[in-house]
Structure formats: structure tokens, C-alpha cells
């Protein structure tokens, strides 16, 4: 079995920063891809901020230039960093992490989310 683990939401004012970390443990081989997700109450889950294992990287346009997503292989976590919070950025941000067990097999886990509010 795969787990996700996001860490390091809470309540900031309009301007402020917040690190959300994401660690994957369990059967891992290897992990393709880990991506942050957000939603928002009355809206669908969208992406935020996605990296591959060779450190490719695709944003939201809503957040390039604020967020920085990164990631470190040998721990298996993801962080995003996040900078000029704006009201907007409030939701439950979720991380996901895609790759292969041990058994071979690939398994493409959610974590079960954390709460990003930001103040005006």
C-alpha cells in the first residue's frame, strides 16, 4: 500500500506565505509524478502545480509567479511554496502521487487534504 500525507496548511492574511509539504511512503518503487490540487467550496478540483521525477514542471496561470512547486526524490515529498496568498487561493489543497509499487503494479494516490484560508 501507497500513502499521501499533506502538511503545513492553516490561516494566513492576504500577502502572507505558507509551505505545504506532501510525503508519500509505503510499497514505493518509484513516483512518476506528484501534483497539488485545490477545491474550493462550490467548485470542482483543479490543478495547482504538478513535477515529474525529472523535475519537469506545469503551473495554474492563477498562481504562476506566486507558487513554487519542488520536490525531493530520496524522501519522496513534494513541497509548494506559497507566496502572495490572495482570498482566492482559499480551499483544501490536495496532494497526488503517481508511480509504481513494489509489486510492480502503479497505483495513483490522493492524500486526504489540508486547509489553505486566506484573510482579506
Known amino acids: 500500500q501507497v500513502q499521501v500525507v499533506e502538511s503545513g496548511g492553516g490561516l494566513v492574511q492576504t500577502g502572507g506565505s505558507l509551505r505545504l509539504s506532501c510525503a508519500a511512503s509505503?510499497?514505493?518503487?518509484?513516483?512518476?509524478?506528484m501534483g497539488w490540487y485545490r477545491q474550493a467550496p462550490g467548485k470542482e478540483r483543479e490543478l495547482v502545480a504538478r513535477i515529474t521525477s525529472d523535475g519537469y514542471t506545469n503551473y495554474a496561470n492563477s498562481v504562476k509567479g506566486r507558487f513554487t512547486i519542488s520536490r525531493d526524490n530520496a524522501k519522496n515529498t513534494s513541497y509548494l511554496q506559497m507566496n502572495s496568498l490572495k482570498p482566492e487561493d482559499t480551499a483544501v489543497y490536495y496532494c497526488n502521487a503517481v508511480g509504481f509499487r513494489i509489486d510492480v503494479f502503479q497505483f495513483d494516490n490522493w492524500g486526504q487534504g489540508t486547509q489553505v484560508t486566506v484573510s482579506s
Open positions: 509505503g510499497s514505493i518503487r518509484s513516483i512518476s509524478a
